[in-house]
């Protein structure tokens, strides 16, 4: 989920206005803390996710989380880094990518190919410059979402696809 504009500018903590946000997706999979709702909660903890094409990116949303400081008096922030996959955008020139969408085309397949704006692990091999293919699933909508759904015979015709290219050598 993109996060939507603030409607007021945020501010840090001494009232400035802080700096907008870079380019990225951000969720929020898990809050918890307290122990009542009409109680203040002596602890809380939230679980972030970061999905972020570019490097700048990536290193402003880091050091903005890991160096985030509390806003009150006596209260402490620590935060760490639970999983981490590199920022990768895939290059349209990428010559992996170019056989690929070539041999799709012999098969009579449109193979549309571009970066599926997660942090898999596409990530790992393309951040390395290994040339690396991205967005090869079945087709469908609603990744991680509770309408989630896939296509079982673009499924099929994807892993025919793959079957057929790597057999090539």
Not at 24 to 32: F, L, S
Request: proline share 9%.
């Amino acid at each position: 989920m993109r996060a939507p504009p603030p409607a007021h500018p945020p501010r840090g903590a001494a009232g400035r206005r802080a700096a907008p946000p870079p380019p990225a997706t951000v969720n929020v999979g898990t809050v918890a803390g307290g122990t009542r709702a009409n109680v203040v909660a002596d602890h809380a903890e939230a679980e972030i996710g970061l999905r972020y094409a570019a490097a700048d990116t990536e290193r402003a949303l880091m050091r903005a989380v890991l160096d985030a400081t509390p806003v009150r008096p006596r209260a402490e922030l620590t935060a760490e880094t639970l999983s981490h996959r590199a920022a990768w955008a895939m290059d349209p020139a990428n010559p992996l990518a170019a056989r690929l969408v070539a041999h799709a085309g012999e098969l009579g397949l449109e193979l549309p190919l571009g970066s599926s704006g997660g942090a898999g692990d596409t990530n790992l091999t393309g951040s390395l410059g290994i040339p690396t293919v991205d967005g090869l699933g079945p087709t469908g909508a609603g990744a991680h979402g509770e309408d989630e759904h896939a296509s079982l015979s673009s499924l099929l015709e994807r892993a025919a696809l793959l079957a057929s290219f790597l057999s090539r050598g």
